[in-house]
C-alpha cells in the first residue's frame, strides 16, 4: 500500500513557475508509476503527466507539454512536477496518483490517490 502527500502549490502570477511534490510513503515505491492529474472547478479530472518506476519513460498531454517536467528520486520516495510557463488555464487542484501498471497512471484507474494541493495562477 502506498500513502501519497502533495505539497508546493500555491498562488503564482502568469508566466510563473512552481514546483509540486508528491512524497510517498512504503518501502516499495520504487516500484510505482506516478501520474499527476488536475481538476478545475467544474470540469473532470485531466492528466497531467506520468513517469514510470524507473523514471526511465514519461509522458505529457500536448497542453503541458514542453512547459511541465515530471522527474522522481526514489531514493526520498518524492516525484516532483516543475511547471513553467504556467498560465491562468491552469489553475486547478493537483493530484498524483500511483499504481504497479503504467497504463493506469495515464488514466483515472489509478489505486491510489493524493489529497491534492491548490494551483492558482493569476493573470
Known amino acids: 500500500q502506498v500513502q501519497l502527500v502533495e505539497s508546493g502549490g500555491g498562488l503564482v502570477q502568469a508566466g510563473g513557475s512552481l514546483r509540486l511534490s508528491c512524497a510517498a510513503s512504503?518501502?516499495?515505491?520504487?516500484?510505482?508509476?506516478i501520474g499527476w492529474f488536475r481538476q478545475a472547478p467544474g470540469k473532470e479530472r485531466e492528466f497531467v503527466a506520468a513517469?514510470?518506476?524507473?523514471?526511465?519513460?514519461?509522458r505529457y498531454p500536448d497542453s503541458v507539454k514542453g512547459r511541465f517536467t515530471i522527474s522522481r528520486d526514489n531514493a526520498k520516495n518524492t516525484v516532483y512536477l516543475q511547471m513553467n510557463s504556467l498560465k491562468p488555464e491552469d489553475t486547478a487542484v493537483y493530484y498524483c496518483?500511483?499504481?504497479?501498471?503504467?497504463?493506469?497512471?495515464?488514466?483515472?484507474?489509478?489505486?491510489?490517490w493524493g489529497q491534492g494541493t491548490q494551483v492558482t495562477v493569476s493573470s
Open positions: 496518483a500511483a499504481d504497479l501498471k503504467y497504463y493506469s497512471v495515464t488514466t483515472y484507474r489509478a489505486d491510489y
Open positions: 512504503g518501502r516499495t515505491f520504487s516500484s510505482y508509476h
Open positions: 513517469i514510470s518506476s524507473s523514471g526511465s519513460i514519461t
